[in-house]
């Protein structure tokens, strides 16, 4: 299966979506974005220790994975920089419930973002 994201894996990365303060928190989530300047989609996954043991934090960032391959693709949306960090419901939340939780919050924070400088 080809995923129509691509995935970050720099610090810098991820330190530059969370400085740019779009957010919004779910349940199940919290959802950070960042326009970007290159085409395509950029999506990141993290979890901390507030999660769990290592075993729960590698379930929880499978299962916002998982979310990104379902909602994403219907969102149609390029140029953008996203960070899904995972909470302790992020194990037990529902999935259908967490994947419109993500496609809720991605929507939003895609539409009212600024434009890139």
Not at 24 to 46: D, K
Not at 65 to 78: F, M, N, Q, S, Y
Not at 101 to 113: E, F, M, P
């Amino acid at each position: 299966m080809s995923r129509i994201w691509q995935s970050l894996r720099r610090r810098p990365d991820f330190l530059g979506i969370a400085a740019s303060g779009l957010k919004r928190a779910t349940p199940g989530c919290v959802v950070q974005a960042r326009r970007s300047t290159e085409t395509g989609l950029r999506v990141g996954f993290t979890a901390s220790r507030k999660v769990g043991i290592s075993v729960a934090r590698n379930r929880a960032k499978r299962r916002l994975r998982a979310v990104a391959d379902r909602v994403l693709p219907t969102l149609k949306i390029e140029g953008w920089d996203l960070v899904l960090i995972a909470r302790t419901e992020t194990l037990t939340r529902d999935f259908a419930v967490m994947a419109d939780d993500v496609t809720r919050a991605v929507g939003r924070l895609t539409q009212s973002g600024p434009k890139p400088s």
